[in-house]
Each structure stands twice: as structure tokens, then as C-alpha cells.
């Protein structure tokens, strides 16, 4: 299973799984088809969007092992 990082590119971790998608627009980021906002990191994702980055990394690897559990 892939960790997600905060240095990584936010469509580098939609390839990890799309279903990380939600947990972006839970944090208020709706254009992720936009060409810009694909490619920040999810650090600086969480800085524009005033989002714990910590916390938001926590959700998003958490999702990935309860799926690889299932």
C-alpha cells in the first residue's frame, strides 16, 4: 500500500485511488479537474485551504488501510 505524503502532487495521490477524492472537496477544494490545482501537494493544498495537513493525511491513509483490509 502506498503512503500518501504532504510533498505529494494532488493527482499523483487521485492515481493512488480516486476515492481520495472526497476528503479534498471535504476540505473545500472543488476544482480538482483544474490543470492548477492538480498539481500542488497536498501541503500546500491543506495551506490554501486553511486544513491541518497532519489531520488530512491521517483521514486519506487511514481510508487506504481499512480498504486494504477489506
Request: charged share 25%.
Amino acid at each position: 500500500m502506498k503512503k500518501i505524503t504532504k510533498d505529494m502532487i494532488i493527482s499523483d495521490v487521485l492515481e493512488v485511488d480516486i476515492e481520495l477524492a472526497p476528503f479534498f472537496f471535504e476540505i473545500g477544494m472543488h476544482c480538482l479537474g483544474c490543470p492548477a490545482s492538480r498539481n500542488e501537494t497536498v501541503e500546500q493544498a491543506c495551506a490554501v485551504h486553511n486544513t491541518d495537513v497532519d489531520a488530512l493525511l491521517a483521514r486519506l491513509n487511514g481510508f487506504l488501510e481499512e480498504k486494504a483490509k477489506a
